[in-house]
């Protein structure tokens, strides 16, 4: 269901590219050169105020999504809505208030959730051809003063930061899956997690009562470093009024999708985070030796019997590369039909992403891939609202061009490795 403020969106949106092939048509038309460089100009302005429209839209889409979802699972819904956000108990609750070693308090956000409440003025995009170009107005001139160090880097304000990271995890897919946002004040934070359950058992008056105590452990939030570079020339940099914007957003894409990569896939090596896959205690199952294509749904089921049998909550997504979720969707029956979905796994939300890999080992195959299913709201995302970009020119004197570089903190854990499990040795048909 599109909300009234997401129809509007693409009603301008629908403008702009109306607007957009105008200006290309009278470019195409026009002979005088300056008219041309006037029009040019006019024409990279509103495709980058289309770039960030598209943006408002994904953002608006979600937001949508999740008010759906929960309005489905509340009391009295049909309950059939496969959302993550539905209102079901979890063990770590995007509501509830956490408080670290020196009782300050830490908002912990669900997918839902935002760390910016700015919705309007400077972005990231802005400072950074502010940096390049010079500040255009005094509040970019305010901002560039409040972070810019000795050695010419940047420290991006938090609020603006806040708002990049939002924006990261509007393209992230295992926050769409529920993953629980973490903000970290400083480089470690330290949370418990429940390793094993207490014995319960009836008893009768006066008896004793059963004994075992629940295990608790420490994990503990480290920032790493994600950090990416773009190189551009000068001449790019000085004449496209958009380089700001389009050089937010693709760094927002390509570290939400390392991101994904890391908190699903991430191996602990190279400074990278310990994803789901690779945590100790997270359930497996495998295809079989040395791996398999897919011919029904009794893996994905056996994969989904262990978290059940674990006593964790329903999975809240699966998430798989496109070319496994492209060999679900052509499973087929003896005659040809296609393979009814079991509702037990068509209830689960199926997400995909090119960051999964395709070149795992199971036995003799090293063209395997994964389905990673369970309850994502126990896989908590620790973000550092510090984003530092750096603008270097000296290097790179001898061809004119600039270098971009912007480093981000995050790291990752789970609260209840048991909630989750991994289906391992999916080979192509």
């Known amino acids: 269901m599109k909300t009234a403020k997401l129809i509007e969106l693409e009603r301008q949106r629908g ?49 949508a999504t999740d008010a759906q979802e929960r309005e489905a699972r509340r009391p009295g819904g049909n309950g059939t809505a496969p959302g993550i956000d539905d209102g079901a108990a979890r063990s770590f609750d995007g509501g509830a208030e956490w408080r670290d070693d020196k009782g300050n308090p830490v908002k912990v956000l669900s997918r839902n959730e935002k ?34 160090d000795s050695a010419g880097g940047f420290t991006v304000p938090t609020p ?44 009768a008056e006066n008896a004793a009562i059963a004994e075992g105590d629940p295990t608790f452990e420490r994990v503990t939030f480290t920032a790493k470093t994600l950090a990416g570079k773009i190189k551009l020339s000068r001449e790019l ?42 945590t100790t205690g997270v359930n497996a199952v495998a295809m079989a030796t040395n791996g398999a294509a897919l011919a029904d749904y ?15 909550a329903d999975p809240t997504a ?19 039909n296609p393979l009814t979905v079991p509702n037990a796994i068509a209830r689960i939300p199926l997400l995909s992403t090119t960051g999964a890999p395709v070149d795992e080992t199971q036995g003799t195959a090293s063209n395997a891939s994964s389905i990673v299913m369970g309850d ?30 912007a480093w981000l903190r995050a790291d990752v854990q789970l609260a209840q490795p048991k909630a989750f499990a991994k289906l391992t040795g999916i080979t192509p048909a």
Not at 22 to 36: F, M, V
């Open 160 to 203: 603006l930061a806040e708002n990049f990271i939002d924006r990261m995890r509007a393209r992230s897919v295992a926050v769409q899956a529920g993953a629980m946002t973490v903000p970290m004040t400083s480089e470690t934070l330290a949370i418990a997690r429940l390793a094993s359950d207490p014995d319960v058992a009836w008893r």
């Open 376 to 405: 994502y709201t126990q896989l908590m995302l620790g973000m550092r609202h510090q984003l530092e970009i750096r603008v270097f020119d000296q290097t790179l004197a001898e061809t004119g061009q600039l270098l971009v570089v």
């Open 15 to 63: 403008d702009l590219m109306r607007e957009a092939r105008e200006a290309l048509h009278a470019i195409k038309d026009n002979t005088d050169p300056k008219r041309s460089s006037e029009l040019e100009r006019a024409h990279d302005e509103v495709m980058c105020r289309y770039d960030i429209l598209n943006l408002d839209i994904e953002e608006e889409r979600l937001n």
């Open 115 to 148: 760390l910016s409440s700015r919705s309007d003025g400077l972005s990231v995009g802005d400072l950074v051809r502010a940096k390049i170009t010079g500040a255009r107005n005094e509040e970019e001139k305010r901002a560039l003063a409040e972070g810019t």
């Open 318 to 336: 699966m998430i798989m590369n496109p070319r496994t979720e492209i060999a679900l969707a052509k499973l087929k029956d003896a005659d040809g």
């Open 298 to 312: 009794d893996k994905p089921l056996d994969a989904l019997f262990e978290i059940k049998n674990s006593n964790a």
């Open 237 to 278: 940099a000085e004449d496209s009024i958009n380089v700001g914007a389009m050089i937010e957003q693709a760094f927002a894409g390509t570290m939400a999708k390392e991101l994904d990569y890391a908190a699903i896939w991430g191996d602990g090596t190279g400074n990278a985070p310990t994803g789901v896959f690779n």
